[in-house]
């Protein structure tokens, strides 16, 4: 391994889930790979996937959110564990927890290289019954209802609702998702960090 030790920024307060974001896409420039992106994921069984497909590293908002305030260290460590994911592929097409993937968490100054690693246990509140369906918006993704089962009402029929005290937003823009189970995903989607 020829490079030097990646200088990474400081990791700031976090005090919320932009903060996060922020830091998570400065993080990427700051180790060349400013062709990738940092999104956020919905998962409730591990904190952090990297998805070279799609040149994405992800966190789960539901995690982000609980570790917030319980560990936001917690949060960067993961950030790091998926940044190396990401290098050892861009520069050696390597998956898994493996030495070269080691290799750029040394590189990175990670030195915790467990593939996973339990987390305090949660359940996100509107996880705790395991709804299936959500009311979204359209436009944004915003999820704004949760359900159980389906609900009844036909797509043209939802055409007509809106949320009350956001019908300018909202009105001809819900849609109903399945949420739960979650699609499994086709590349890696390790189980860093998994309960
Ligand atoms: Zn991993």
Not at 118 to 134: E, I
Not at 141 to 163: D, F, M, N, T, V
Request: net charge positive; proline share 8%; charged share 20%.
């Amino acid at each position: 391994m020829q490079h030097p030790p990646y200088i990474l920024p400081p990791c700031p307060a976090l005090p919320n889930r932009e903060a996060v974001a922020t830091h998570a896409q400065s993080c990427l420039a700051a180790v060349g790979l400013e062709d990738w992106h940092f999104v956020w994921d919905r998962a409730v069984k591990r904190m952090g996937c990297c998805r070279p497909a799609l040149r994405t590293i992800s966190l789960s908002r539901y995690f982000v959110e609980a570790y917030l305030s319980i560990d936001p260290q917690e949060i960067h460590l993961t950030l790091l564990h998926e940044i190396a994911h990401a290098l050892a592929w861009q520069h050696r097409r390597a998956r898994a927890h493996g030495a070269i993937w080691r290799q750029y968490c040394s590189l990175l100054g990670l030195t915790d290289t467990r593939a996973t690693k339990p987390l305090q246990d949660f359940t996100p509140p509107h996880l705790q019954r395991q709804p299936r369906y959500a009311l979204c918006h359209a436009q944004t993704g915003e999820i704004l209802r949760y359900y159980k089962s389906r609900p009844r009402r036909s797509a043209a029929q939802w055409r007509h609702c809106y949320i009350p005290g956001r019908k300018n937003e909202t009105l001809g823009q819900l849609i109903i998702k399945q949420i739960y189970p979650e699609s499994p995903y086709k590349d890696i989607s390790d189980k860093t960090r998994e309960n």
